[in-house]
């Protein structure tokens, strides 16, 4: 039986609401999900309220967009999961609050600039097209996609969203150190999400940086991750071991944004051990 902590809903960019999500979980005989939208807890909330059935267990998540510690550059994504923490927590929820405002308010900029790039895009368009949701630069490409500006969701990514290109606006992050605090006080389990996606180079680096921020309280490591090759989840799992950290894993499912990615089995082949599952229990 596998598991997938890594589940994106339409609370934040994914397309599937937490309903569809728990209905997909059950028909593919997942043992264990979590739902880790990008800066907010509602689709979570929303899976609590429908309720678990039984087949199917359920950690409460999130996944905090954070700066990493100041002697690191990553230029890839840098952002922690918490699995486990009180969805009540008051801390938790007003710096959620604080980076939804951050990813609400760039939005507006994102598409001034593509509009000075000859693109017809209004915001109004866009949030009609997405529904009551997180807006996000992939709710951006998708609609750019529509229009026939670009062939896909990635081209749009590479061409004009992604970090470094034209139309890429940085937004608020918080500290990591902050991050980490504030999952753990919630009751939480801070993990890094992807390590492959920093982007850094130098495997030393990698692992050095997992020292530092373990000494900051991280808990844990997202070792599975399918868009990585099965030596590099096998470092990640060494490297967790050595430093006596939690492994987590999970596809980073996001429905129709990223339609190449399954839920439970990434492309196809990719799988979580539910004992990972298990071992998080225990630690909470």
Not at 218 to 234: H, M, R
């Amino acid at each position: 039986m596998s598991i997938d902590l890594h589940i994106h809903s339409t609370a934040s960019d994914g397309t599937l609401s937490p309903r569809e999500i728990l209905n997909m979980a059950q028909r593919l005989n997942l043992g264990a999900i979590s739902i880790t939208d990008h800066d907010t807890i509602d689709g979570t909330k929303q899976a609590l309220a429908i309720g678990m059935p039984p087949s199917l267990k359920f950690l409460t998540g999130v996944e905090i967009s954070a700066n990493p510690p100041g002697s690191f550059s990553c230029p890839g994504s840098f952002h922690i999961l918490g699995y486990g923490i009180n969805i009540d927590d008051t801390q938790l929820n007003h710096t959620l609050v604080r980076l939804q405002e951050a990813r609400k308010s760039r939005n507006p900029r994102i598409i001034e600039l593509l509009n000075h790039m000859g693109f017809e895009l209004t915001l109004n368009e866009i949030l009609k097209d997405s529904g009551k949701c997180q807006l996000g630069r992939p709710h951006i490409a998708k609609q750019m996609v529509k229009k026939g500006f670009v062939q896909s969701v990635g081209e749009a990514f590479d061409r004009y969203l992604a970090t470094g290109q034209p139309a890429y606006v940085d937004k608020y992050r918080v500290d990591c150190k902050r991050a980490i605090d504030v999952i753990l006080n919630a009751g939480g389990l801070p993990v890094l999400a992807h390590p492959v996606l920093l982007k850094l180079k130098d495997d030393d680096v990698h692992e050095k940086l997992i020292v530092c921020l373990k000494e900051m309280g991280l808990k844990g490591i997202e070792a599975y991750y399918p868009e990585q090759p099965s030596d590099l989840t096998a470092r990640y799992i060494r490297i967790a071991d050595r430093h006596g950290l939690l492994i987590t894993g999970g596809t980073d499912f996001h429905g129709s944004i990223k339609p190449e990615i399954k839920m439970g089995s990434g492309y196809g082949n990719f799988s979580v051990p539910y004992e990972l599952y298990e071992k998080l229990i225990l630690s909470l």
